[in-house]
């Protein structure tokens, strides 16, 4: 049984869910953190779009070596830019699954600072582990969000907000 087309799947779907939650990121509130250790709402949206190209990171390199490769953030001034980076990682991560070998996803990748190993893993664990920093990530969006006061979409189902929508239009 061929474990890439689920990967693909949840790929597709959990993408639905994202864009959905970064059309709701403002940019007039790109700066705004909820706490000083918090990232900002811009940095942690940028981190979201960029997470689907992890998967490619995770198929055509054995590793992440932050001491070699500092992280630098892409650079977006505006939503319509997040949600397009986000388009941009996404079909990239999508395309390098679509056409990668069964073999490959048991390949070892490692994830380090120099000699300093933070994570050693198969390249289709690290692929699970992007989804999963999506998802995680993508919730803490929503408290920011939440925090705001702005209307959050639901994820696995509706929203308090949704609902909110849905019980509105029911009593008319």
Known sequence: MSTISPLLKEMDQEAQTTR???????????TWQPHQKSMTIKQLATHIAELPGWVTMALTTDELDFANNPYQQEEVSNTADLLSYFERSLEDGRSHLAAAREETLGEPWTLRNGE?????ATKGEIIRMAYCQIVHHRAQLGVF???LDIPIPGSYGPSADEQAVEEQAIAG
Do not use: D, N
């Open 116 to 120: 300093e190993i933070y994570h050693v």
């Open 20 to 30: 959905k939650m970064l059309e709701r990121v403002p940019t007039a509130y790109f």
């Open 145 to 147: 969000l939440r925090l």
